[in-house]
């Protein structure tokens, strides 16, 4: 159509063309039209069409996932006369190599065609055992023997299968092995651009404190245990009904309440040891000067940059970190990354208007009856916190949240008007532990203790008060917590409590600052959130400031 996308035509100089033919993909094992084999090998390239694909199936997927076995695709429309297109995708197109339309055929491998083809056997070979892996029932010794595998194959696809397994690990919780795959790509192929890539999760991984603490909670028996038992008596607060409280998420339908007399395991002892934490941390500089050296420009980036500042804090050297946000103030456009380096100037002088976001965590006068009710007298005096989509066209289902916390719990209210449309159900069934909430009205929480704006903990909870959990995009973190639901003719309510010993073995004090990130998702709605910009994939960096009110002020 020649009245479509002007400016295409007259600025760019395009010409109107017809459509030939459209194909669709089909999902999973589907057959279609026509089907392509992945493991195909071109006699050009000497690679299989998987690895052909590789590259940018990572970067639409945003991790390294291998190809399935067969890709399928239904014709749609075919304006080839005489049936010559349904053969297969380019039949009855006169598409010349080298032409408008079609690259130039590259010189053939020849008499390497045979040495592709094994090296592409085991590289499949290399794939099935990548798919076993996702049991997560292999060890170290495991990684060991799929690294001196991957000696056989050229340094770019032994490089790609070894950021695989790396992801595979992350995904599964198991850090310390994906830190070895990523730690195998640097040192064997420095080279490959996936090295940069390694190093980058390297320095985020061993600056983060969320990446510590999660590595060494599974050790920690004073930590974790947590209990509520229903208070033997409430002064100045009547009890709820037996049929509303507190549920631990994930847990069955039996409610136990957590009141003024909740029994809770508290942290003690020193959970990280600082021989341990200093090694952490020296090895993030180390990355990070790696980086500098190979790809100085990247060495620059924010995604580097501030974690690198994090590792300078906790090593007793703020000035560094100061110099790098001071330089980021004066060198970067006016974007989300810009207001974080000028927040974090902000924390340390105060003198001026934040320039993010700002909510305060108010300091709780006693324990929070969890019934979704939210009638304590904190939380009636506290400030709440409005989220509003992008453009402001949310009147209808307007959303607020609320933060405080004690010595033992960080607790978190929410107050949601239905959106227009939407069935809501109240949720009678026992909550699933790690429930998919991909269809209901949510609510998550981005928590990143350590302000380095690449790691965080995520927690979601729906409007029938189900939830899910991820540290750092790992569904596998499972921290204990308490939630309450209450849903309304008009809104749903929730009330949740969440051990600090879940989030950090530092304990936050008056004035101590996180970062924080509020949003709520309604599928076929809209996004809600409290900072910009925000995506229902979370941005780190588009998160505002959580200041702990101190206890003096709560008087």
Same mark, same amino acid.
Not at 187 to 201: C, D, F, G, I, Q
Not at 357 to 379: H, I, M, N, S
Not at 548 to 553: D, V, Y
């Given at each position: ?253 039996? /409610? ?56 300078? /804090? ?136 350590? /302000? ?104």
């Amino acid at each position: 159509d020649p009245g479509q996308y002007p400016r295409q035509i007259s600025d760019a100089g395009l010409q109107v063309w017809k459509v030939q033919k459209v194909y669709s993909t089909l999902l999973g094992d589907q057959s279609g039209t026509t089907n392509i084999n992945t493991a195909q090998l071109s006699a050009q390239s000497g690679r299989t069409l998987a690895e052909l694909a590789a590259a940018a199936r990572g970067v639409l997927g945003g991790e390294a996932t291998p190809s399935p076995a067969t890709v399928g695709f239904r014709l749609l429309v075919n304006q080839v006369p005489q049936q010559l297109g349904e053969r297969d995708i380019f039949s009855g197109l006169p598409l010349s190599p080298g032409g408008e339309a079609r690259r130039a055929v590259h010189e053939s491998a020849g008499n390497n065609l045979e040495a592709a083809k094994r090296e592409a056997q085991l590289r499949r070979n290399l794939q099935a055992i990548l798919t076993q892996a996702e049991d997560g029932g292999r060890d170290g010794r495991f990684l060991a023997d799929f690294g001196e595998q991957t000696r056989q194959l050229e340094p770019s696809r032994a490089a790609d299968v070894l950021v695989q397994l790396g992801e595979r690990y992350q995904r599964q919780g198991r850090w310390e092995l994906a830190a070895e795959c990523f730690e195998l790509v640097v040192e064997r192929y420095p080279k490959s651009t996936l090295a940069t890539r390694s190093l980058v999760w390297l320095v985020q991984y061993y600056a983060s404190s969320e990446a510590a603490w999660r590595m060494r909670a599974s050790q920690q028996h004073t930590i974790q245990q947590v209990t509520a038992l229903q208070p033997a008596r409430r002064p100045a607060i009547e009890p709820a009904p037996p049929s509303v409280g507190a549920q631990p998420a994930g847990a069955a339908a039996v /409610r136990p309440e957590i009141g003024a007399r909740a029994d809770v395991a508290r942290a003690g002892g020193t959970v990280v040891g600082e021989g341990e934490l200093q090694t952490r941390l020296a090895k993030a500089c180390g990355y990070a000067r790696q980086i500098e050296q190979l790809q100085p420009g990247l060495y620059g980036e924010p995604v580097v940059r501030f974690p690198l500042a994090v590792a300078h /804090r906790q090593q007793g050297l703020p000035g560094q970190a100061q110099k790098f946000y001071m330089a980021l103030r004066h060198t970067r456009p006016a974007d989300a990354w810009r207001d974080c380096a000028l927040g974090e100037l902000w924390l340390v002088d105060g003198k001026t208007e934040p320039p993010k976001p700002l909510c305060t965590c108010l300091r709780a006068q006693g324990k929070p009856y969890l019934d979704g009710k939210l009638e304590e007298p904190f939380w009636q005096r506290g400030k709440t916190v409005a989220l509003h989509s992008p453009v402001r066209d949310d009147e209808a289902w307007g959303c607020v949240v609320m933060l405080a916390y004690d010595e033992e719990f960080l607790y978190w209210a929410v107050s949601c008007a239905r959106a227009p449309g939407r069935k809501y159900v109240p949720g009678r069934e026992a909550r699933p532990r790690d429930a998919d909430l991909a269809d209901q009205d949510r609510i998550e929480l981005l928590l990143d203790v350590d /302000r380095d704006f690449a790691t965080y903990y995520r927690l979601a909870v729906d409007s029938r008060g189900w939830t899910a959990e991820s540290c750092w995009n790992d569904g596998s973190w499972n921290p204990q917590w308490f939630v309450a639901q209450a849903l309304e003719q008009d809104t749903w309510t929730v009330e949740a409590a969440i051990p600090l010993a879940e989030l950090t073995s530092q304990l936050p004090q008056a004035q101590t600052a996180w970062a924080v990130g509020l949003q709520r998702i309604v599928p076929g709605v809209g996004i809600q959130s409290w900072t910009q910009p925000a995506t229902t994939a979370g941005r780190p960096e588009g998160v505002g400031s959580l200041v702990f009110e101190a206890a003096a002020s709560a008087q």
